[in-house]
């Protein structure tokens, strides 16, 4: 669910180019970018452009889920306490939000492709340097510059959505959903061969080779034909649509193309503004709600399944790794997990594309605040739930309804937020939201690993009390955007 928000927020920011209106030349036609790529349309060139941009998604999926699926064996072989196992997740998010500013500002200066293809070699090598960590501090720091690469991702998503034309956009979103589900799917069947055999470090070296395989590819897609125009290379640019015109069997928009004028961009006070105060804080609130959920649950499900925290069950999800001793007892016991918890978190994962078809009907039907208050409201139903003394089929129901809803709220945000704001303010909007979600995915650890071992009801009511604030705050949101047209301006 990581790759849907940077692609909505990529998306509107496209819309932030406006097209020149001036009269051309007499007798000389001029065209810009989006008109070539509208005349191009879709074809074979954008088909290898999903699946090669859309698989940034799996390998991102891979590495974030990764640590959900090492936690317990980092746990044992270093003797690790919950907050330390929980600061592994923490330092992830924090590589992934400060580098996804300073990469941002490196590819709009130096280009998205250059900058996409720096940040999968470096998530790849400090993967691969991770499986050598020699202590926990060197693998926090490892990882925490995975993060960092990672983060560098979203210039594939951006180099995808600048290629598509207008009406495809919307489709291609909910479908980049099947990349990251991929993903999270691949990182689990994986641990549950790897991990009990050749051990978590030969797991982190082949979730590397999905990345490293990916670089191989880049070469088949160009540079975007938005950014060599912003730059005035407009000779790049040219050659590059007439190259996908030419593989999708499609005409060349014919004249001299010219280049775009760029309307003023967003300024923070403007999310201040009197009009989109209260939209703007309420908005804030349930981003970093969700975030929050959507992170609890993943990390809570792991957490859960390894401490072993479901009753009435005929067979064990977890494993001991050491016999009933003094070390058992101690709060960094290992328990590790077996069989049954890796088939639970495989069918937990795949929820999340469960309610995609009931999401969206929501979402045209009843509308973007109902819809979401709703999901949210269930969300904080099935968080208490949990606490129901069932047995484990009855627990990965409610893990699996848990991913299907966290991930419908995700959703429902993202459409809100980008149909909310108006153009020349709707990039910035998303782009503050995207960082109060890696606030909330910083925070879910400590109370998914930490405070879920004291308190496991405590942790419980926590998300559950969160979700209602957002449902509450999206219910009285002051702006229902469904069938609302696009703002341009405040």
Not at 314 to 341: I, K, M, N
Not at 418 to 432: D, N, Q
Not at 466 to 483: D, H, M, Q, R, Y
Request: proline fraction near 4%.
């Amino acid at each position: 669910m990581a790759t849907a928000p940077k692609e909505a927020e990529n998306d509107v920011g496209l819309e932030e180019i406006q097209t020149e209106r001036q009269e051309p030349p007499k007798g000389q036609k001029t065209f810009t970018v989006q008109e070539a790529v509208e005349t191009i349309g879709f074809g074979r060139f954008h088909i290898a452009l999903f699946l090669i941009m859309g698989s940034t998604g799996v390998v991102e999926a891979m590495e974030i889920m990764l640590i959900a699926v090492v936690s317990p064996l980092i746990r044992c072989e270093w003797q690790l306490q919950d907050w330390q196992v929980a600061l592994v997740t923490t330092m992830v998010f924090f590589g992934y939000m400060v580098f996804s500013i300073v990469l941002g500002l490196l590819a709009d200066r130096y280009g998205r492709w250059k900058i996409l293809l720096l940040s999968f070699l470096w998530a790849s090598y400090f993967s691969l340097l991770t499986s050598f960590a020699p202590s926990y501090m060197w693998f926090v720091f490892l990882r925490a510059m995975v993060g960092g690469g990672v983060a560098g991702h979203a210039q594939g998503l951006i180099i995808k959505t600048e290629f598509l034309p207008t009406k495809y956009r919307g489709y291609m979103l909910p479908l980049s959903q099947v990349f990251w589900l991929a993903g999270s799917l691949l990182i689990v069947g994986l641990a549950s061969v790897v991990n009990p055999t050749i051990g978590w470090r030969w797991l982190i070296r082949i979730a590397s080779i999905p990345g490293i395989l990916l670089i191989l590819v880049f070469k088949f897609i160009p540079e975007s034909a938005r950014y060599n125009v912003s730059t005035g290379n407009m000779a790049a640019a040219l050659a590059t649509l007439r190259k996908i015109a030419k593989m999708n069997g499609a005409m060349m928009t014919e004249g001299v193309l010219r280049e775009p004028t760029k309307e003023r961009g967003g300024r923070f006070k403007d999310l201040m503004h009197p009009k989109y105060l209260r939209t703007t804080l309420q908005i804030w609130i349930i981003w970093l709600g969700i975030a929050f959920a959507y992170y609890g649950v993943i990390l809570a499900s792991a957490e859960l399944l390894e401490r072993d925290l479901v009753c009435g069950s005929t067979a064990p999800l977890v494993q001991d790794a050491v016999d009933d001793s003094e070390e058992s007892h101690s709060p960094c016991h290992c328990r590790l997990f077996g069989p049954a918890a890796y088939q639970t978190m495989i069918i937990s994962t795949v929820g999340e594309i469960a309610l995609n078809p009931l999401n969206i009907l929501g979402i045209n039907f009843l509308g973007r605040r109902l819809s979401l208050c709703i999901t949210m409201g269930c969300t904080a139903l099935f968080f208490l739930l949990l606490n129901i003394c069932t047995s484990s089929t009855g627990t990965t129901g409610f893990l699996f309804m848990l991913r299907a809803l966290v991930s419908a709220n995700f959703n429902t945000i993202y459409i809100y937020t980008a149909e909310v704001y108006p153009t020349t303010m709707r990039a910035l909007g998303m782009g503050t939201s995207g960082s109060l979600c890696r606030v909330g995915a910083m925070v879910a650890p400590f109370i998914s690993q930490v405070l879920m071992s004291a308190s496991f009801i405590g942790a419980l009511c926590l998300f559950s009390s969160v979700c209602i604030v957002c449902a509450i705050s999206a219910f009285t949101l002051p702006i229902e955007t469904k069938g609302r047209a696009l703002q341009v301006c405040i």
